[in-house]
């Protein structure tokens, strides 16, 4: 078949065999690397399948609109791939493994990195983020870019998660018409497709974790720090970081083990080289018995709250101590978080621009808002630019109330909030967040039920989330939180339930949810 991707400037032809007999659903990124390890199947066969489920289901079948540009190079880096385990040469346990990467982080090769954003459109740097780099020295093959709530949903309090002017609304592959979170909106739904093994998203408060609960995968926010960030688009350099997105906690666990280590231009970072680990192979070992789990019940639906229950009783059974524990009120934290985040938006986003390739004229936040006003019709159809205007607004990162909301936040979520709820317990586990909601254009999204996303986001400790089951039939997730650095556990813990719940269901593809016959009335006309 022949495979045509419009991209942002050019069509891009990729000519490949038919590759239907390489199964690619549902199967594991871990099951892929042994496959391709004992030569089971050649990664030109397997990124040609990934290929052709693209071809058919992103814009074509459900249409997902989980991606936003396929890498011309990807069958080159197949091949390149195939070559290299024949000669025995294999580069590690990714090799030849096809990878999605959100399309905020930056890659060498021809493809441009936009954020979603028309005003970014040019933005084909020739370089790849650190992460992306760390990937391709393990032999991945980047596969695609994914689609993202524009700007990483930073751009408006009124947005739809998982829309952008570059690539339309993501949409949920559990039921078309449910959101699939933002912002890194088309890993989550591409990876739940098999459109990648894996993918990697960007989080600053929940967009890692959010989009992997609502879309039935693992997910991890690591511990700020732990993956660089460079060449990134950022939004908070308090916040921010890259994560890791997979069917399976073994997935997840590998493309950590990849991916962490330090970065000399990204100072957050200067201790991962001395925290980074084999996370995989760690897993061997994992156990919950005599481990200490604070839980936490927040106020939820009593569908959700079932599905919690259940989840304690299987950390239970595993050997798990289990200690119910009370968030702290922590009052103003949700204003310094804001207050933080529209400052360091400015500082970051100028910093970025004032380094991207020349052919981005766009050098200031400032240009963006100009730009999005200039061109309202393409950007700004559904919602505005309120954030961005604010965050223009703001006096700097030297500015004595950003420094002090900064240490009030650091201190809310990190002393007076995780470390309470952690006191007497290894980790802490609670509902990640509801099932997912309806897409809408009009009133925009209407999010319902708890989140787990924020304290973990502020204090830049480590989030784990794996699927709890479906409640309605849309997934739902568990989250697993623990102190800086201690991904190893989390994964561990994550593993252990993962197992023994077994919770996770393949996505179907529905047009909605089924509602049942009580959804007709007891009057049938």
């Known amino acids: 078949m022949v495979l045509r991707w419009i991209g942002l400037t050019a069509a891009i032809v990729i000519p490949m065999a038919a590759h239907a007999a390489?199964?690619?659903?549902?199967?594991?990124?871990?099951?892929?690397?042994?496959?391709?390890?004992?030569?089971?199947?050649?990664?030109?066969?397997?990124?040609?399948?990934?290929?052709?489920?693209?071809?058919?289901?992103?814009?074509?079948?459900?249409?997902?609109?989980?991606?936003?540009?396929?890498?011309?190079?990807a069958m080159a880096q197949a091949r390149a791939s195939d070559a290299r385990r024949r000669a025995g040469k294999a580069l590690g346990p990714l090799d030849g493994v096809p990878i999605l990467i959100k399309d905020n982080i930056e890659t060498q090769d021809p493809v441009a990195?936009?954020?979603?954003?028309?005003?970014?459109?040019?933005?084909?740097?020739?370089?790849?983020?650190?992460?992306?780099?760390?990937?391709?020295a393990g032999g991945a093959v980047i596969l695609a870019k994914t689609n993202l709530s524009e700007w990483a949903n930073i751009r408006s309090t009124h947005s739809i998660s998982g829309w952008s002017a570059v690539g339309g609304?993501?949409?949920?592959?559990?039921?078309?018409?449910r959101s699939p979170c933002g912002s890194s909106s088309g890993t989550g739904a591409g990876v739940a497709a098999s459109f990648g093994a894996g993918g990697l998203g960007t989080e600053t408060d929940g967009s890692v974790v959010c989009p992997s609960s609502l879309n039935g995968l693992v997910g991890l926010k690591p511990t700020v720090g732990l993956l660089s960030r460079s060449h990134i688009v950022p939004i908070s350099h308090s916040q921010d970081t890259p994560g890791p997105m997979a069917r399976s906690v073994r997935d997840v666990a590998m493309m950590l083990s990849a991916t962490a280590g330090s970065d000399p231009a990204d100072p957050a970072t200067a201790q991962a080289d001395a925290h980074k680990q084999d996370y995989a192979a760690a897993l061997e070992q994992a156990s919950l018995k005599g481990v200490r789990v604070a839980y936490y019940r927040p106020t939820m639906s009593a569908a959700l709250a079932e599905r919690f229950a259940a989840a304690l009783e299987v950390l239970k059974a595993q050997g798990a101590e289990l200690i119910e524990v009370a968030r702290p009120e922590l009052e103003g934290l949700g204003q310094a978080e804001h207050e933080v985040l529209r400052s360091e938006l400015k500082a970051d986003l100028n910093t970025y621009l004032a380094g991207a390739t020349a052919a981005v004229k766009l050098r200031t936040l400032a240009d963006i808002i100009?730009?999005?006003?200039?061109?309202?019709?393409?950007?700004?159809?559904?919602?505005?630019?309120?954030?961005?205007?604010?965050?223009?607004?703001?006096?700097?990162?030297?500015?004595?109330?950003?420094?002090?909301?900064?240490?009030?936040?650091?201190?809310?979520?990190?002393?007076?909030?995780?470390?309470?709820?952690?006191?007497?317990?290894?980790?802490?586990?609670?509902?990640?967040?509801?099932?997912a909601w309806l897409i809408d254009p009009i009133y925009s999204d209407q999010f319902r039920g708890p989140s787990a996303s924020g304290l973990p986001a502020v204090?830049?400790?480590?989030?784990?989330?794996v699927p709890m089951g479906l409640v309605g039939g849309l997934p739902v997730g568990l989250s697993f939180i623990a102190r800086p650095?201690?991904?190893?556990?989390?994964?561990?813990?994550?593993?252990?339930?993962?197992?023994?719940?077994?919770?996770?269901?393949?996505?179907?593809?529905?047009?909605?949810?089924?509602?049942?016959?009580?959804?007709?009335?007891?009057?049938?006309?």
């Open 459 to 465: 204090s830049g400790y480590p989030h784990l989330t």
């Open 169 to 177: 609304q993501v949409r949920n592959p559990y039921a078309l018409d």
């Open 485 to 525: 650095y201690e991904e190893g556990k989390l994964l561990g813990a994550g593993y252990v339930y993962e197992q023994a719940a077994r919770a996770r269901m393949a996505p179907t593809y529905r047009a909605t949810v089924d509602a049942g016959a009580a959804f007709k009335g007891a009057v049938e006309k």
């Open 113 to 136: 990195t936009t954020a979603g954003s028309l005003a970014l459109r040019d933005n084909v740097g020739g370089r790849d983020a650190p992460v992306v780099a760390r990937l391709r």
């Open 22 to 73: 390489t199964r690619v659903e549902e199967v594991p990124l871990w099951e892929i690397s042994a496959q391709l390890e004992r030569g089971a199947v050649s990664s030109e066969a397997v990124t040609g399948a990934y290929l052709e489920r693209i071809a058919a289901m992103d814009r074509k079948g459900p249409q997902l609109r989980a991606i936003i540009a396929i890498n011309p190079d």
């Open 370 to 435: 100009a730009f999005n006003r200039a061109n309202a019709e393409a950007e700004m159809p559904l919602f505005a630019q309120e954030s961005f205007e604010e965050a223009e607004g703001t006096r700097g990162i030297a500015d004595p109330e950003y420094l002090g909301a900064r240490a009030k936040s650091l201190r809310l979520a990190a002393k007076e909030g995780l470390e309470e709820m952690l006191a007497r317990a290894d980790i802490l586990v609670q509902p990640t967040t509801g099932p």
